[in-house]
């Protein structure tokens, strides 16, 4: 008998997508006996996942008919994230933010824990020309011409009519998911500090500054480019 240790196996993970949401299980349970995955197999690791199934179809979330077994895995999907627990099974769930910002309150996901997500919070935004970009330089002033506060998570995507350039306020914690859709609890307090960023290339910063009252309004002191 070798004295040597035996590696301990990861339970296989399984791959599925309905639509632009993606599922990843593993079921301890279920092996493929070295064998290559097949299409039965999956089909029985999906049904031990049936209780997450039936509860996003019963929300109205992805119907159960709609997932599919992802042969070759692929890049998660981007979006929300979220832990499942099942009896049998466990699962990392991804939906769009698109789809659950569409919800008035959080979907009843019988053991789905969100998780908390990189956030920032818009607060203005311009289209500036080439001549006022050069103009913003340490120690000056940018006016918020149509202030705003949208809080959402950073990798959410653009708006239709987002303007090139915003500001915001990034949260350096990541913030709970039912936060950010208003769905229960409440936000953290903004940071005081505040980038302007291309709202293409949000890492692209172009000045950070605080804001400081400014007549009836607010402006951005910009401290550094």
């Not at 199934?53 to 119907?63: E, S």
């Not at 692929?74 to 939906?95: D, F, K, V």
């Not at 940018?142 to 809080?151: G, I, S, T």
């Not at 769905?183 to 804001?211: I, K, N, Q, S």
């Amino acid at each position: 008998m070798s004295s040597l240790l035996q590696p301990l196996q990861e339970p296989l993970a399984w791959h599925f997508r309905a639509g632009p949401a993606s599922l990843c299980v593993t079921a301890p349970g279920v092996s493929t006996g070295g064998a290559a995955p097949c299409a039965a197999e999956a089909a029985v690791v999906l049904d031990l996942a049936g209780e997450l199934l039936d509860a996003l179809a019963a929300t109205g979330l992805a119907p159960a008919p709609d997932w599919q077994w992802a042969v070759q895995p692929t890049l998660p999907a981007g979006g929300a994230r979220a832990l499942w627990q099942g009896a049998r099974a466990q699962a990392q769930l991804t939906l769009p933010w698109a789809t659950l910002r569409a919800l008035a309150q959080a979907p009843a996901l019988p053991g789905v824990q969100w998780q908390p997500v990189p956030a920032e919070c818009l607060l203005a935004q311009w289209r500036f020309t080439d001549d006022e970009r050069a103009a913003l330089d340490p120690g000056g002033l940018l006016l918020l011409d149509a202030p705003c506060q949208r809080a959402r998570a950073r990798s959410e995507p653009a708006h239709a009519g987002d303007l090139p350039w915003q500001l915001v306020a990034r949260w350096e914690a990541p913030v709970a998911v039912e936060a950010l859709m208003g769905w229960a609890g409440e936000l953290p307090p903004l940071p005081a500090a505040c980038l302007l960023v291309e709202t293409a290339w949000p890492d692209a910063v172009l000045a950070r500054g605080r804001l400081l009252p400014w007549g009836s309004g607010q402006a951005l002191h910009i401290e550094g480019c």
